[in-house]
Structures are given as structure tokens and as C-alpha cells.
């Protein structure tokens, strides 16, 4: 089992992509719940923590592994 309710594979996509199909994950979601977001557009580190600010979803985690960049976020 999977510690995320959602998986959004914005690998290859460049922005504003990623947050774009974030964006339409996120409003389909319940709140309190998790979506983990894999990306390779190195943008989404600056895209997806403003993201949640401005929306009010909270970053749980995210970390980078080569050129992969995670992100684990609840919808507010």
C-alpha cells in the first residue's frame, strides 16, 4: 500500500505543465488527502511550494534523486 490517495507522472513535461495537471489532480481530490507528484523539470522545485502556498495544500515532503524530483502534498 501506498502512503499517497493519488500519483500524478509529470515526467518529461516542462513548465507549466506539471503544475497545470497538478492543479486539475488536486481540485478532483478530497480534502486532506495525498498526492505524490513525480517530475523531471527542474522548475517544479520554485512551481510546486508556491503552488501550495498560494492555494493552502501543505508540502509534505520533497526531495531529488538525480534528475527526479518528488513532492508529496495534502489537499487544504
Known amino acids: 500500500m501506498s502512503d499517497y490517495d493519488h500519483f500524478l507522472d509529470t515526467k ?3 513548465c507549466p505543465e506539471p503544475v ?20 523531471t ?4 522545485t520554485r512551481d510546486i511550494p ?3 502556498q498560494f492555494l493552502g495544500h501543505e508540502l509534505i515532503d520533497q526531495s531529488q534523486q538525480d534528475d ?4 508529496v502534498i495534502r489537499k487544504g
Open 50 to 52: 508556491k503552488f501550495c
Open 68 to 71: 527526479l524530483y518528488c513532492y
Open 20 to 39: 497545470m495537471l497538478l492543479h486539475k489532480t488536486v481540485r478532483g481530490m478530497e480534502a486532506g488527502q495525498l498526492v505524490k507528484v513525480e517530475a
Open 12 to 14: 518529461g513535461l516542462n
Open 41 to 44: 523539470d527542474p522548475s517544479t
